[in-house]
């Protein structure tokens, strides 16, 4: 054998006599804390829950709306124990169909069945941090997002991502929801 694949050979059998001989934090068996989970730097990591809303242009909840008229994504995110997050972002997302241009009268926007049965695939709109002053008269664990007017009937798919950037909070997606415009 080579010098080099002794080098190698004797730090790959190290390195598994290093790992065997202490509990990993995250293995069966290892101890987390009830109702979180353990990161490999041993902070606790409590479940989120990851809420989208729509809302006017009023900040006022809506489940359609007419053409022409302002829709604003709102994200809320929570630990299992009902505490906003402290921090992270929202990555909002909406159903689309690839490959269509940008084109009013042929959208590529899609209901979010479209993305469940693999006939489209989401896309990203923006990310936005998720903490206090980013929502008019909501605090902190909120993040809104102006997708603006949609000038012909459809409906449309969205969901948002959140990254919890030390937060306490685990990542995770919010269930998807589609929006409908009507004449």
Known sequence: ???????????????AAACSSSPSPVAPGGS???????SARGSTVSPG???????????????????NQELILMAHVTDSAGQPAPRGT????????????????????APKEAC???????ARLTTIAVDAGRCPGFGAGYACMNFGI??????????????????????????????????
């Open 90 to 109: 929202a990555a909002f997302e909406y159903c689309s169909y690839k490959g269509r241009p940008n084109d009013i009268t042929r959208a590529d926007e």
């Open 49 to 67: 829950v990851y809420g989208l809303s729509f809302m006017n242009g009023n900040f006022q909840e809506v489940f359609s709306l007419p053409v």
């Open 1 to 15: 054998m080579s010098n080099t694949t002794v080098t190698v050979v004797a730090l790959v059998g190290a390195l």
């Open 32 to 38: 987390t804390p009830a109702g979180g989970s353990q």
């Open 150 to 183: 949609v000038r012909i009937p459809r409906e449309v798919g969205f969901r948002f991502q959140y990254s919890p950037q030390g937060s306490g909070i685990a990542a995770g997606t919010s269930a998807a929801k589609n929006f409908t415009w009507t004449q």
């Open 116 to 122: 469940e049965q693999g006939l489209a695939s989401w």
